[in-house]
């Protein structure tokens, strides 16, 4: 299986977004932030209309 390349996003939130993504991490039974904003991005461009398959990756070690 080829290896894929990722790219990665520097996004800068305020302490607020930030302490509810943390929150919705926990509810959610999400693997990290990374993987919520993963999944939340998939949703709004499959809202768009812009749906591709689902492309999994494996998690890094969370660092929050």
């Known amino acids: ?3 894929r390349k990722l790219r990665f996003w520097n996004i800068p939130i305020t302490e607020q977004l ?3 993504l943390e929150k919705a991490v926990r ?3 999400h693997v990290s ?3 919520f904003v993963r999944e939340a991005v998939r949703e709004k ?4 209309g812009m749906s591709a398959e ?3 990756v494996k998690p890094a070690l969370a660092t929050s």
């Open 54 to 56: 689902k492309t999994e």
């Open 45 to 48: 461009l499959k809202g768009i």
């Open 18 to 20: 930030d302490d509810l």
């Open 33 to 35: 932030k990374a993987d």
């Open 1 to 3: 299986m080829a290896k």
């Open 27 to 29: 509810v959610n039974s």
